[in-house]
């Protein structure tokens, strides 16, 4: 997951709408760990379009 600080509103949105609870808030930085399942949900959700899907490496 790529997340741009630039635009992220910390809102916490995405953390909430992650079926895997994959996504974290720690100290206002997002954090993603490897139960993510690559839905795209939470890409979908943020308001500001702060969430990137990566290619898969
Ligand atoms: S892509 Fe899906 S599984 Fe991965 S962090 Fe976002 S909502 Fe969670
Ligand atoms: S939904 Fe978007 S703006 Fe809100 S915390 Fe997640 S990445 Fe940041």
Redesign the pocket.
Known sequence: MI??FD?????????G?CPQNA?F?NDYI?EFNDKCNRCGR?VR???????KLEAKV
């Open positions: 997340v741009n635009k992220c509103l910390h809102c916490g949105g995405c953390v709408s996504i808030l997002l939470c959700l943020c308001p500001v379009q702060a969430l």
